[in-house]
């Protein structure tokens, strides 16, 4: 199985920005649909943001008009644009990497970055 690897996460005041980076091999990349879930401790993990089939994006209410998922493919790399941070956004946050293949789905954790945001 190979590892995302995340980074970007901080402690930001309310209302701050901060971008989430998630870079991944060039195979996995290119056949796998990207996502970004957290996890608050005590808290299920849930999904944020995530790229769909069609080439769309999808977001939780929580967090439309906040924060954004974008793609670098040259870099092989997803990002998560988070801006006028709440604490209750305040987690741990993992990029995902979904791969239908001809055997099964196939998914991919990284290890998590941590986003705390202060009141």
């Known amino acids: 199985q190979v590892q995302l690897v995340e980074s970007g996460g901080g402690l930001v005041q309310a209302g701050g920005s901060l971008r989430l980076s998630c870079a991944a091999s060039g195979s996995i990349f290119s056949r796998s649909l990207m996502g970004w879930y957290r996890q608050a401790p005590g808290k299920e993990r849930e999904l944020v943001a995530a790229?769909?089939?069609?080439?769309?994006?999808n977001y939780i209410d929580s967090v439309k008009g906040r924060f954004t998922i974008s793609r670098d493919n040259a870099k092989n790399t997803v990002y998560l644009q988070m801006n006028g941070l709440k604490p209750e956004d305040t987690a741990l946050y993992y990029c995902?990497?979904?791969?239908?293949?001809?055997?099964?789905?196939?998914?991919?954790w990284g290890q998590g970055t941590q986003v705390t945001v202060s009141s």
């Open positions: 790229f769909t089939s069609g080439g769309s994006t």
């Open positions: 995902n990497a979904r791969e239908q293949r001809r055997t099964g789905v196939y998914t991919y």
